[in-house]
């Protein structure tokens, strides 16, 4: 694919490896950020660093959204800094441009985008892509995915996106907007489920004086289930992925009157072994 401008919102592990990924592809890479830190890092990585979204918006054909949706009280992500930074992006976009959001947002979140823009500014196509990135592996883990997923309802901005990736895996898959948002929140809770029943069968193992490292290092060895996140001796799940993504598929399960006992068994599992 031919050389594009991208801009990059939001510096943090997420959109210094969106950045780096595709800088290395030979595309040029504008960023901005509000935190100083964040900048005096990316001018350490020779990027573009803009003053503010007007320059990034006037000199970017694609830009991805990476900045914080922490998490609420009753479980939900705080989508409220990606639909301020959407908004003042359509009102200042006046050429064709593709707007993906990386932050992990709640299920639905991208078709209002996709309509408050309709309204506002037909020029500006808005897609979805998760990002699948562990913190402590991000760069590497942006260069060799196990799969890109594209949400979307305009397939000419999907398969250009598609494009832009196509040197990083053949696994691209293209799927409706909640299916995306979706897949981000049920992989993260799968892995917290494996977490959760590897601590339940080391309790077991405590009871029957077995080995857990190596009854769940028999399990693992399953190609049907594989080793990951399996380890009886990690504890408890914790960090800024698995316990934030698992409370939101909780409360959208709640929200929709979806039978939700075994997910919020995961948590309840993770909870009684932090006091064990």
Do not use: W
Not at 91 to 116: A, F, H
């Amino acid at each position: 694919m031919q050389q594009m401008r991208i801009g990059i919102i939001g510096f943090g592990y997420v959109g210094s490896a969106v950045a780096d990924g595709f800088r290395k592809s030979g595309h040029v890479i504008y960023v901005y950020d509000i935190a100083a830190a964040a900048i005096k890092r990316a001018r350490g990585e020779k990027y573009f660093v803009c003053a503010g979204l007007p320059e990034l918006v006037t000199n970017s054909e694609v830009i991805f959204i990476c900045v914080p949706t922490p998490s609420m009280p009753d479980g939900r992500n705080d989508s409220t800094i990606v639909k301020k930074t959407v908004e003042t992006i359509a009102r200042l976009c006046e050429k064709e441009t593709i707007l993906v959001i990386k932050s992990t947002i709640m299920v639905g979140t991208t078709d209002k985008l996709i309509k408050m823009v309709r309204v506002r500014n037909k020029s500006l196509q808005v897609l979805v892509n998760p990002e699948f990135l562990t913190a402590r592996n991000a760069h590497n883990d942006f260069l060799n995915p196990d799969r890109i997923v594209i949400g979307g309802r305009n397939a000419e901005s999907m398969n250009k996106l598609k494009g832009l990736y196509k040197k990083f895996s053949k696994n691209i898959l293209l799927v409706d907007p909640s299916t995306a948002e979706l897949a981000k929140y049920a992989s993260n809770s799968f892995l917290a489920a494996k977490v959760s029943f590897a601590n339940q069968i080391k309790l077991i193992c405590l009871r029957v004086d077995a080995n857990p490292a190596e009854v769940m290092k028999i399990v693992g060895l399953d190609r049907r289930i594989g080793p990951s996140h399996l380890n009886p001796n990690m504890g408890p799940f914790s960090g800024g992925c698995l316990p934030k993504d698992l409370d939101a598929l909780i409360f959208e399960t709640s929200k929709e009157g979806v039978d939700n006992c075994l997910i919020c068994a995961v948590r309840k599992i993770n909870e009684d072994i932090k006091k064990s």
